[in-house]
């Protein structure tokens, strides 16, 4: 197995949106460049520009450092004003983020990490190789 690097800080959001494309009128899709915003982007767009929270607050309720959040809003704010500007698509997908009611596995024997609604019990074992040595992380 290969180095994986370090594994990066999951970002908390309040949720996925239902709502996760955006494409300008009356050009095909097949026509169009699609810029890709992950959902922890959004979510710091929501937060500082929506919402018109403080960059400090805002990444005290994702979880990350000011600087973290500055660096998702910078590049979030760059693919929405290239799609707007270009006529590009959105679409809003991926990412490392926890979203609400989500609880987050890591296998301690290859590393595999994967989400799981807070609801449902715990997983016994690893999806991939079914090891029982199961951590939750904490985020």
């Not at 000011?66 to 590009?88: F, I, M, P, Q």
């Not at 024997?109 to 997983?123: L, N």
Request: hydrophobic share 30%; proline share 4%.
């Amino acid at each position: 197995m290969g180095d994986r690097g370090r594994p990066k800080c999951l970002r908390k959001v309040k949720g996925v949106p239902d709502v996760d494309y955006f494409k300008p009128r009356q050009i095909p899709l097949t026509e169009l460049d699609v810029v890709e915003l992950k959902v922890e982007e959004l979510e710091a767009i929501r937060l500082v520009d929506h919402e018109t929270m403080e960059h400090e607050a805002a990444a005290k309720r994702m979880k990350v450092s000011r600087r973290t959040l500055a660096r998702e809003l910078k590049s979030a704010r760059g693919k929405v004003a290239d799609a707007l500007l270009n006529g590009k698509a959105i679409e809003i997908r991926g990412g490392d983020y926890l979203a609400k009611g989500e609880r987050m596995y890591r296998c301690s024997e290859d590393g595999h990490q994967w989400k799981q609604e807070a609801s449902t019990r715990r997983p016994s074992e690893c999806p991939e190789c079914g090891s029982k040595r199961i951590k939750t992380k904490k985020r």
